[in-house]
């Protein structure tokens, strides 16, 4: 059943980070480099028909297309998973010679030019004095030694409180990616006896909205590192977007009004992003709400279990802007600007004190270059892990958490409703995804006028 799911795993696919948006086409379905595995959700209705599917690894993995009833195609290609996140990662296996030597994921690429320079600055400043053109050492370590100690707290503090702040991030996005499970594993399970048609399409609506929320939310995170838009409503851009609510139209303008239009300021493209995932978040609970109206369920759900669902929207919501606080806050400015200032200043006019106490220049060349690349390396460091979304090494791979977590969720359809539910709903999600990037989709949804109308009818 988990190869009918997923689709068979082909060959392990490895690449740089910067791929990572190529392999969510791959694992959704848009590469015809992986392996087919196609649904037919009408046969897969069928108790028969899905017993043999089970039991057949060629039918479940054949490479022909087929077409259901409705003409609708549901060849579905994903690749293998990988046996790791993308996040650099290192085991007990590796040799320590390997982990000094490994240059992706590291600062030596940053630091080592830093290293040279100040190697060749020490052997300048030597070269001047054994000449006797000029004389730059110093002849008192006091103050230098003084200045060593201002250096190595702003340096450790400053890398002790991002390391805090990385950590930070990250029980954020598990609880996130928690929460997202529990919201579509509680609707099936407090539902399960409910088998009625509507009643699947209505949990399957329900794991589709926490899908889109979810992924809609680790683009909207992202966005710094990939630019991709949300919308385009700023004020300065006044064709952008128009919305129509019938519900409104009386007291609006002939019923079309511009979003800009109830800004109280400017907006920047990041606060428009991060507005992105709370709609979607409004949307999840409104489609949990939706079985109240005695469409979806025989017996409305009880109170308590509507709430223990909906708490995990805010849990998910809670851990939303906790990192938005975390990306719209960035490290203290004249912190990091002090921080800097010392540490440059010390390291290079570190030589002008070691020159003077030191026989053996090559000595001096030795320290300087260690040293140079012990400070500036935490310094870079501390840079690394200050903004931990995007395509660096030492990112998370939080798109491929999402992709987990996407996947669990089929499960729980699958267990609840059958293969064939979970199918169309895999199916419904690689079709948005063939469509373009998540902000780009939820920027098409949010054009449409029955985005912005509270649905009460339909469940799809």
């Known amino acids: 059943m988990m190869n009918t799911l997923f689709g068979g795993y082909s060959t392990l696919k490895t690449g740089p980070r910067e791929r990572r948006h190529e392999e969510e086409s791959e694992l959704l379905g848009d590469t015809s480099s992986t392996t087919a595995a196609t649904f037919d959700t009408a046969s897969a209705a069928s108790s028969s028909t899905t017993s043999s599917s089970a039991h057949d690894p060629s039918r479940m993995n054949h490479e022909s297309d087929r077409t259901t009833k409705t003409g609708f195609r549901t060849s579905i290609k994903v690749s293998r998973p990988p046996d790791h996140n993308r996040t650099l990662v290192y085991d007990d296996k590796q040799t320590h010679w390997e982990v000094l030597t490994q240059i992706y994921g590291s600062v030596w690429p940053k630091v080592l030019p830093f290293c040279l320079v100040n190697v ?6 030597y070269a001047l004095k054994k000449k006797g053109v000029i004389d730059l050492t110093f002849g008192s370590i006091a103050g230098h030694n003084f200045m060593a100690i201002m250096v190595s707290f702003l340096v450790v503090s400053r890398a002790q409180i991002t390391y805090a702040r990385f950590m930070e991030a990250r029980e ?6 928690r929460s997202c499970r529990e919201i579509v594993q509680f609707t099936c399970c407090l539902t399960m006896e409910h088998q009625e048609s509507r ?25 710094r590192s990939s630019r991709v838009h949300t919308w385009e409503v700023l004020p300065e851009q006044q064709d952008s977007l128009d ?25 920047s493209m990041v606060d428009e992003n991060f507005r992105a995932p709370i709609i979607l978040a409004y949307n999840v609970r409104e489609t949990i709400m939706r079985q109240r109206n005695g469409n979806y369920l025989k017996a409305r759900m009880h109170v308590n279990e509507e709430l223990r669902i909906l708490n995990y ?10 990192l938005q606080k975390l990306i719209t806050t960035p ?54 892990l200050d903004d931990p979304f995007g395509e660096d090494p030492n990112d998370f791979d939080d798109l491929g958490m999402a992709q987990v977590v996407f996947e669990d969720i089929y499960i729980n359809i699958c267990k609840t409703d059958g293969i064939a539910s979970a199918a169309e709903l895999r199916c419904k999600v690689s079709e948005r995804v063939s469509k373009g990037s998540a902000l780009e989709n939820f920027r098409r949804d949010a054009q449409e006028p029955s985005f912005w109308r509270r649905t009460t009818s339909s469940a799809v």
Not at 172 to 177: P, R
Not at 350 to 377: A, D, K, R, S
């Open 331 to 384: 490290f203290p400015f004249p912190l990091v600007q002090m921080c800097r200032t010392f540490l440059f200043f010390w390291i290079f006019s570190l030589p002008l004190v070691l020159l003077n106490q030191m026989e053996e220049v090559w000595h001096v060349c030795v320290m300087m270059f260690i040293v140079t690349y012990g400070f500036l390396g935490v310094e870079y460091v501390s840079m690394e």
């Open 120 to 125: 060749g600055w020490t052997l300048l400043i």
């Open 313 to 322: 929207v805010g849990d998910f919501m809670q851990s939303f802007h906790g």
């Open 172 to 177: 954020h996005l598990s609880t996130a990616f």
């Open 199 to 223: 009643a699947k399409q209505w949990r399957q609506e329900v794991a589709y909205r926490t899908i889109l929320m979810l992924r809609i939310a680790v683009a909207a995170i992202e966005y």
């Open 243 to 267: 919305l129509v609510c019938d519900d409104h139209a009386e007291p609006l303008a002939a019923g079309s009004f511009r979003l800009s239009r109830w800004s109280h300021g400017d907006r």
